[in-house]
């Protein structure tokens, strides 16, 4: 299938993980695709692995969470590719994974201001761009955290769960400009984030045994929900948040099973 051809993405935090992945995605269905953070190694390998591809990956440095940098990097992005079709807005950051009693109001802050303040930055200039194209798709990345508890990530849960009403909100807003706007909610998926809090893979295998599907989830997992949100596909969804967890947010002990 090639349903992005023709079509400009941009995604954020790109060079790892989950935006690597998406990227990729879109990538190999056609799609010019501008990967954007902080970290222009990162940014430069994911742009090498759609070598051979049908589309294209450009890396840029951005800080996501600076008003002026966001609005330069959209109006780039614009300025060099015609225009903005597809968005992704999945910079993120886990913060000190501490009680929140033990949490630095510094490292509260600094979690909001990523997660919550730079989708919000994105958002308002990626709309403003998709109006003047005509319309199209945006995606922000919630977590399982939003709706369910884990000790430890009381911010980052804060800003996710703030982030899924932002995202009703402004899918209301924008469904008249013809612009969707959704969010995917991951479970434990393995990323360099999640592994640098939980450990190795090894580590993660009770959140696996927790999962109705009873295993954690890969980067491509994600991309591939990404890429059904953003295509035509899924033309009549908006304001959603699609939860890409394998039954994490609905599993636990399953006793029927243990004694059958």
Same mark, same amino acid.
């Given at each position: 299938m090639k349903r992005f051809k023709g079509k400009v993405a941009l995604i954020t935090g790109g060079g790892?993980? #989950?935006?690597? !992945?998406?990227? $990729?995605?879109?990538?190999? &269905?056609? !799609?010019? +695709? +501008?990967?954007?953070?902080? *970290?222009?190694? &990162?940014? &430069?390998?994911?742009? !090498?692995?759609?070598?051979? #591809?049908d589309g294209e990956i450009w890396p840029i440095i951005a800080d996501l969470s600076a008003a002026d940098e966001v609005e330069r990097l959209v109006a780039r992005v614009c300025a060099d590719h015609g225009g903005l =079709? $597809? !968005?992704w807005n999945n910079a993120g950051a886990l913060g000190s994974f501490a009680p929140i009693a033990d949490t630095a109001i510094e490292d509260f802050d600094a979690v909001l201001e990523i997660n919550l303040r730079g989708t919000f930055l994105c958002l308002r200039q990626e709309i403003r761009a998709m109006r003047a194209r005509g319309g199209g798709a945006i995606v922000n990345t919630s977590s399982w955290t939003a709706i369910g508890a884990m000790p430890g990530t009381a911010a980052y849960a804060a800003s996710k769960g703030a982030l899924d009403a932002m995202t009703r909100t402004t899918a209301l807003e924008a469904g008249s400009d013809n612009i969707r706007i959704n969010n995917l909610a991951p479970g434990v998926i393995v990323t360099p984030m999640s592994l640098a809090a939980i450990g190795d893979e090894e580590a993660m295998a009770p959140f696996a045994?927790?999962?109705?599907? *009873? *295993? +954690?989830?890969?980067? &491509? =997992? +994600?991309? =591939?929900?990404?890429?059904?949100?953003l295509s035509d596909d899924a033309r009549f969804v908006t304001g959603q948040t699609i939860a890409v967890d394998g039954g994490f947010s609905i599993g636990g002990p399953r006793p029927w099973a243990e004694a059958s």
């Open positions: 790892t993980g #989950m935006g690597r !992945a998406g990227a $990729l995605r879109l990538a190999a &269905e056609g !799609a010019t +695709v +501008v990967v954007a953070g902080r *970290r222009l190694a &990162e940014l &430069e390998t994911t742009a !090498a692995l759609a070598t051979g #591809m =079709d $597809l !968005a045994n927790h999962a109705a599907l *009873r *295993r +954690v989830g890969r980067s &491509e =997992d +994600v991309a =591939d929900a990404l890429a059904w949100l």
